[in-house]
Nanobody, 128 residues
Framework: QVQLVESGGGSVQAGGSLRLSCAASGRTFSNYAMGWFRQVPGNEREFVAAINWSGLTTYYKDSVKGRFTISRDNAKNTVYLQMNSLKSEDTAVYYC?????????????????????WGQGTQVTVSS
């Protein structure tokens, strides 16, 4: 089992920044690719960003490219999502997730069903 705990959410004005963290425990963190998803009530959970086990390969939802950066520190068992130039449409509950599959396409990385473990989520609210 892998336990994931997100932190760093909060309220910010449009144009501001937040950094989300997701601390993992339970199994070897570097065995897992990590992803960030977000969900607004009434909508499906949507992909935001993903990073492979080494941190050398990243994927992003088109609407966050150039604004969000996903990174990981395997020594600290933590994945991060740096969010800059935030917009009101970024408001959602953000979840981190982990999977152990290798060499997936972007389509697979962006599919919530690929992921085996999920955190409890952290709320991000961007006011305009």
């Amino acid at each position: 089992q892998v336990q994931l705990v997100e932190s760093g959410g909060g309220s910010v004005q449009a144009g501001g920044s937040l950094r989300l963290s997701c601390a993992a425990s339970g199994r070897t963190f570097s065995n897992y690719a990590m992803g960030w998803f977000r969900q607004v009530p009434g909508n499906e959970r949507e992909f935001v960003a993903a990073i492979n086990w080494s941190g050398l390969t990243t994927y992003y939802k088109d609407s966050v490219k150039g604004r969000f950066t996903i990174s990981r520190d395997n020594a600290k068992n933590t994945v991060y999502l740096q969010m800059n130039s935030l917009k009101s449409e970024d408001t959602a509950v953000y979840y981190c997730a982990a999977h152990s599959a290798l060499r997936l396409t972007l389509l697979a990385e962006a599919n919530p069903r690929t992921y085996e473990y999920w955190g409890q989520g952290t709320q991000v609210t961007v006011s305009s």
